[in-house]
């Protein structure tokens, strides 16, 4: 009777307790991340208007200095960030160097501004981690208090890169294992995200997604025709992760068995991308977040926009710069829909966003918190929708996710078994570990969270 009485008061205890580190972890994460974001775009902006012959010197020059930056200050700012942060939570139980957020935003900043083909998520998600990791040595946390605030700084920086603290918050939850939502992180998360949130609209950071009010009128033929979208999206999604995934088996193989210099494959990198851009356009460059409006507001975009996109962004991170990978995947989807959208006889604008959201929730094995960023970003009259393409995406891309590092908690399919509270690219279907954070079989954290 005594516990009866006095539970709902330690509950209440527990309730203001990580209310009040949430907040905290909010208002710093929003302050830095968006003091990045600002950088960021402010270097974009004088790139923005160089003639081509500019971005072709800048472009591999850009690579070297990334793969110097990385290779000798922070080799886990290699890639899209979020990677990092992942591994970090499931092996050190959230502990990362804070020295890596600068290094991180640097080498972002000298990919992204030239025309590396990148996202700017990853590295907010990274840096969020970082400043949540300081503050709990600050603090004096447990393991187990350290892997929550961690937790939602990963989700405050989300928050503030796409303007969604509530999909921001589940983002930052789900993406660290498929097929499991950590329901005890969901209350602090959520405090985080909303705080960083405000905090960056105080500070003067807008988001803009155009979107459609055409209404669909949802039949049994749009359900077919939301199937194949689906399906096809997951596909795309699929396509996307084996060729980043080829590109990180051929540096890890050169790495390993030639000995090659970490700093040479963003120097390929960045050359590569100028030759491709001489043949397809700048526009697939940098966040091509102008290809991302196009699409969601319903004009036409290049039947092949998605293609073209798809392959600079994993020439741009398999092979070593730094930068985030779920905007790219946001065009990646939306260009894609768009044109789908065609021969499904869907409004653009609306084959658009039900792209974004499908190759997105595929990609990242992350289909709940894209159901939710669709409905944030574009109002709630697609939410069935949504749901239809999200789902069926995040089945058909299998035991795989641009993510490798994320821990297995949901058998998709008894046909394609897979071991489960394992990350994916620690089983047989799983990808290579990306080869700048190689690490022996027996260094898994002392604590794992209950195998995840």
């Known amino acids: 009777m005594i516990r ?45 208007h160089w003639p081509f012959w500019m971005v072709a010197i800048a472009l591999p020059l850009g690579g070297l200095v990334t793969g ?11 890639g899209h960030g979020t990677e990092a942060v992942i591994r970090a939570v499931h ?44 503050l709990a040595d600050v603090l004096k946390f447990s393991s187990e208090q350290r892997q929550k605030i961690v937790i939602c700084g990963i989700g405050a920086g989300f928050a503030v890169v796409f303007g969604t603290p509530v999909a921001g918050a589940i983002l930052g939850i789900e993406v660290l294992a498929i097929g499991d939502l950590w329901y005890d992180m969901l209350l602090p998360s959520f405090a985080s995200s909303v705080i960083a949130y405000e905090v960056a609209k105080f500070l003067g ?6 979107g459609t009010s055409v209404a669909v009128p949802f039949t049994l033929g749009l359900f077919g025709k939301l199937l194949l979208l689906s399906v096809a999206a997951g596909l795309v999604a699929y396509l996307f992760v084996l060729l980043l995934d080829s590109l990180h088996q051929l ?23 100028a030759v491709l851009m001489l043949l397809a356009g700048r526009q697939y460059g940098g966040l091509s977040l102008l290809l991302l409006s196009q699409a969601l507001s319903g ?21 070593g710069m730094s930068g985030g990978i779920i905007t790219p995947l946001f065009v990646i989807g939306a260009t894609f829909g768009s044109m789908a959208a065609g021969f499904l006889h869907l409004p653009p604008a609306v084959g658009a966003e039900l792209g974004m959201v499908a190759v997105t929730a595929s990609g990242a094995n992350v289909p709940i918190a894209l159901v939710v960023m669709g409905m944030e970003l574009f109002g709630a009259r697609l939410a069935p929708e949504f749901l239809i393409v999200a789902i069926p995406a995040f089945i058909v891309i299998g035991n795989h996710s641009v ?32 080869p700048w954070t190689r690490t022996k079989p027996d260094q898994e954290s002392k604590k794992t969270r209950g195998a995840v």
């Open 299 to 319: 004009h036409a975009v290049p039947a092949l926009a998605f293609a073209w996109k798809l392959i600079m962004v994993a020439i741009t991170l398999g092979l």
């Open 251 to 273: 540096m890890h193989k050169l790495l390993t068995e030639r000995h090659w210099w970490m700093p040479v494959f963003p120097l390929i990198s960045g050359s590569a991308l």
């Open 205 to 210: 950071l807008t988001w803009h997604y155009p």
């Open 68 to 78: 110097v930056l990385i290779h000798y200050f922070a080799p886990t700012a290699a």
């Open 4 to 48: 009866r009485i006095w539970e709902p008061m330690l509950m209440g205890r527990q309730l203001m307790v990580w209310l009040a580190l949430g907040t905290l972890t909010g208002i710093l994460v929003g302050v830095v991340a968006t003091y990045f974001l600002k950088l960021l775009f402010w270097s974009i902006g004088h790139t923005a």
């Open 91 to 134: 092996r050190e139980s959230g502990a990362i160097d804070w020295k890596v957020a600068p290094i991180k935003a640097i080498a972002t900043i000298t990919t992204i501004a030239p025309g590396g083909s990148a996202g700017k998520e990853g590295p907010s998600a990274q840096i969020g981690a970082a400043v949540a990791s300081f």
């Open 403 to 434: 993510y490798p590092s994320q821990r297995v908690r949901l058998q998709k399919s008894p046909f394609v078994p897979i071991p489960q509270g394992r990350a994916l690219e620690e089983s047989e279907q799983g990808p290579l570990p990306l």
